[in-house]
């Protein structure tokens, strides 16, 4: 229950173009929360279907003893969890119903959740996200943002050991924003569960993440506390900003000047 996720030599590309290139991730340790950040095409969703087991890869993701690259789609979806980008749910489902398909179709922490607490669970998942209001309003007539957050109750009520979440809170406001990134902090410090997230608001990745990830290129540019991997030279190489990045007593403050 305590695994790290480890990451070496991962390849993934389309065809002949490599995307993700022979990247190495020190291990990250359990109930940590870790936003990877990098420009666009940098190979972030790239590197998610892969650790998802979604995308053709080679080299080696572990999850303590297990290699997960070799699992099956089944055993992989019973411990990684991924939310993608893009959300269909043009589909004749309740919220409600949503979280309890997701629910049935990957059995939460890989146990069998009794038939009797179902609806219950979903409904305190569904709750905690904030749209308990919305429980039984069809997916199909959600806002956009409303739509991410019914997804982000499908991926949570799986409770995997790691959660990939692309770009969790963009359709999101602000309030939603923040109360996102305030309960994944709380379930991965609750259930000790990795969470890797894609971020473009670095403010929010600087206050919200134990550790953030670099990426350009698909390949790694700084990894570590917010406060070591985002610095003005690191924006500078990874985004072509100028920017100035003061560190505070209350965190990191960052202004974006210009593009070089
Ligand atoms: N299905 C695909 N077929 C071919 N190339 C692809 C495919 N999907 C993505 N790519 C290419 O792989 C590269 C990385 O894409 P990826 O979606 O991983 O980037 P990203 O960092 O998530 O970008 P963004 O921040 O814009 O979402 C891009 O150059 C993209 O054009």
Do not use: C, F
Request: proline share 5%.
């Amino acid at each position: 229950m305590t695994d790290a996720l480890a990451i070496s030599g991962l390849t993934a590309g389309y065809g002949r173009r490599v995307v993700v290139n022979r990247l190495d991730l020190a291990p990250v340790s359990p109930g940590t929360v870790l936003s990877l950040l990098g420009p666009n095409a940098a190979g972030k969703t790239t590197l998610l279907r892969a650790l998802a087991g979604l995308h053709p890869a080679t080299g080696s993701v572990r999850l303590g003893e297990r290699g997960l690259l070799s699992l099956s789609l089944a055993d992989h979806a019973r411990l990684v969890t991924y939310m993608p980008q893009s959300l269909p749910q043009r589909v004749a489902l309740t919220v409600l119903e949503g979280v309890i398909g997701a629910m049935r179709a990957s059995a939460p922490g890989g146990q069998l959740v009794p038939e009797r607490d179902v609806a219950d669970r979903a409904l305190s998942v569904i709750e905690r996200v904030g749209i308990g209001h919305l429980a039984m309003t069809e997916l199909s007539h959600l806002s956009g943002g409303q739509r991410q957050l019914a997804s982000l109750a499908q991926a949570l009520v799986r409770q995997p050991r790691v959660l990939l979440l692309d770009e969790p809170i963009s359709a999101l406001d602000l309030y939603y924003q923040l109360r996102v990134m305030k309960l994944v902090r709380e379930l991965a410090a609750e259930s000790r569960m990795i969470v890797v997230m894609v971020l473009h608001d670095l403010a929010i990745a600087v206050r919200w993440s134990d550790r953030v990830v670099l990426l350009a290129d698909g390949r790694l540019i700084a990894d570590g506390t917010p406060q070591d991997a985002i610095t003005a030279a690191a924006l500078a190489d990874v985004y072509k900003v100028a920017a100035r990045v003061d560190i505070t007593p209350d965190g990191v403050r960052i202004a974006i000047d210009d593009i070089l």
